[in-house]
Structure formats: C-alpha cells, structure tokens
Nanobody, 119 residues
Framework: QVQLVESGGDLVQPGGSLRLSCAAS????????MDWYRQAPGKQRELVAN???????NYVHSVKGRFTISRDNAKNTVYLQMNSLKPEDAAVYYC?????????????WGQGTQVTVSS
C-alpha cells in the first residue's frame, strides 16, 4: 500500500519559515519525481516545486529564491523549505509522487498539510 504523509504545516507570521516533509512508503522512492502542490481556498491546485529522480529542481516563479525542495532517498522523504513566507503562500500543501511501476504510470497523493501565514 502506497502512502505519502505530509507534515510540518503550521501557523507562521509573515517573513517566517517552515519546513514541510513528505514521507513515502510502498514505492521505490528514488524512482519517482516528487512534486509539492498547494491549494488555497477558492483557487486551483498549483504546482509549487518539483524534484526529479536525478535531483533537478523546478519552481513556480512566485516562490523562486524563497522555497527549496530537496529529497533524501535514504529516508524516502521529500522536503520543502519555505522562507520569507507571505500571506499569499497560505494554502494546503500536498506532495505528489509520479513514476512508472510495472510498466504503468503511477501518480500518488498525500493528504495535505495546512500552512497559514498571518500576523
């Protein structure tokens, strides 16, 4: 059974920092591209950052220079370090694993973790 479990969401003041974690089980983690998405109330889910199998990273423009995605294949965990947080970063953050297993594309989601940015 595949599980992605996010953690680290919290209430933080503008300008503060948080580190989100997503622990995966039931997959060969190192074979999967890992994404962080977010969804704010009334808005569409947005891809925030991803990290490839080889470690290449991509970010949505609005978080470049403030967020850093990383992965630890030994711990089957992907992280999202978020600095200089803004109220517009508030959302539920989800991790997503994309890969191929048994010759078929696979796409798995976590349950989300809430990030609130407010003074």
């Amino acid at each position: 059974q595949v599980q992605l479990v996010e953690s680290g969401g919290d209430l933080v003041q503008p300008g503060g920092s948080l580190r989100l974690s997503c622990a995966a089980s039931g997959i060969i983690f190192s074979n999967y591209v890992m994404d962080w998405y977010r969804q704010a109330p009334g808005k569409q889910r947005e891809l925030v950052a991803n990290i490839t199998v080889g470690g290449s990273t991509n970010y949505v423009h609005s978080v470049k220079g403030r967020f850093t995605i990383s992965r630890d294949n030994a711990k089957n965990t992907v992280y999202l370090q978020m600095n200089s947080l803004k109220p517009e970063d508030a959302a539920v953050y989800y991790c997503n694993a994309r890969g191929i297993s048994w010759g078929k594309p696979r796409d798995y989601w976590g349950q989300g973790t809430q990030v609130t940015v407010s003074s």
